[in-house]
């Protein structure tokens, strides 16, 4: 089976109340352990790759890893730009074989942001990709407070933004943000924003961004083994869950990824001063990304058993 867009897989998980992963990849342990995870769970997956991985791993290298993970999987995966900040970015993934791109141009003015979108959904759209945009700031919630949904997506602008750009997916702000310290008070996303925006937008996949729940477990491993990441918070399961069950059909998680192998990492050489295999400090990474991967998709996003 060859990479796959996300078209089937959000028509899926919209009519079924459940969201697809999408895991953040640099390295070949962490394919690895995602795509294990999966294959345990039968799970679509999208695996994204931002223009810091791409710089980082050369997209050569990333694009013969995800293509040897469709092989040796068999389940439907996507290969996806996160984060594409200009048309000429998400032209060269697509020239690249990539199956999904993401134009952010939230930081722009609507108009820039819908003719930008546009543009990369025309480009997008004639080659069989399909596109992700963006409308909201994820972060600094008290910057530029222009209108009553301060930085959080204004549901008023969401069907205009849609039917001009021709996108197939809308990322929105409703209180998640990147990273691993995302609250400083209360943990609570904006479900009224999300409540509203899919109304405007029956039956149209919408995207969480931000979306790492910071699990407690490593940052204390991290914590405890040299790091220091006090007060690392992120966003509670069950909304997770709750938003997944709405119109919610893709989540975005890489810090969880970073956490759980930097612990572990840091947790072996501690109780190993004089291993110096990094087979043997990646191996179990490897494995507690594709423990926690697991646990996301059949605790969290609901999609075990829809490849
Ligand atoms: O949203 C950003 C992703 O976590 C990717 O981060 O640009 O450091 O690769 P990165
Ligand atoms: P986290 O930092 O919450 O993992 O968010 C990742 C993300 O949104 C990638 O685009
Ligand atoms: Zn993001």
């Not at 079924?16 to 795509?35: C, K, L, P, R």
């Not at 407690?216 to 966003?235: K, L, R, S, T, W």
């Not at 190993?272 to 926690?292: C, S, T, V």
């Amino acid at each position: 089976m060859p990479l796959t867009t996300s078209k089937e897989m959000f028509a899926k998980a919209y009519d079924g109340g459940y969201a697809v992963g999408a895991f953040n990849v640099n390295n070949m342990e962490t394919i690895q352990g995602i795509v294990e995870a999966g294959v345990e769970c039968r799970s679509p997956l999208i695996l994204q790759v931002s223009n810091g991985a791409r710089k980082y791993a050369k997209m050569v290298y990333l694009k013969k890893l995800v293509e040897a993970a469709v092989e040796d999987s068999g389940l439907p995966i996507c290969l996806h730009l996160d984060h594409g900040d200009s048309f000429e970015l998400c032209k060269q993934c697509v020239d690249d074989g990539f199956t999904s791109v993401m134009i952010d141009a939230s930081k722009l003015p609507f108009d820039q942001n819908i003719e930008l979108s546009k543009k990369v959904a025309e480009y997008a759209h004639a080659r069989g990709v399909v596109v992700e945009a963006e409308l909201g700031t994820l972060a600094g919630v008290e910057e530029h407070v222009s209108n009553k949904y301060g930085c959080f997506t204004n549901p008023d602008e969401v069907e205009e933004f849609v039917s001009k750009t021709g996108v197939d997916s809308l990322a929105i702000a409703i209180g998640t943000s990147h990273g691993a310290f995302k609250f400083k008070g209360e943990a609570k996303l904006r479900f009224d924003i999300l409540e509203e925006v899919s109304e405007r937008l029956p039956g149209f996949p919408i995207v969480l961004h931000g979306s790492s729940s910071v699990p407690q477990e490593y940052v204390q491993m991290i914590n405890e083994f040299g790091g220091a990441m006090p007060g690392a918070i992120g966003v509670p399961e069950d909304q997770l869950r709750q938003a997944a069950r709405l119109a919610v059909c893709k989540i975005n998680i890489d810090s969880d990824l970073r956490l759980a192998m930097t612990g572990t990492i840091r947790k072996y050489l501690a109780e190993h001063p004089a291993e110096f295999d990094p087979r043997k400090y990646l191996g179990p990474a490897r494995e507690n990304i594709k423990q926690l991967v697991k646990h996301k998709i059949v605790d969290v996003l609901g999609c075990d058993g829809k490849a």
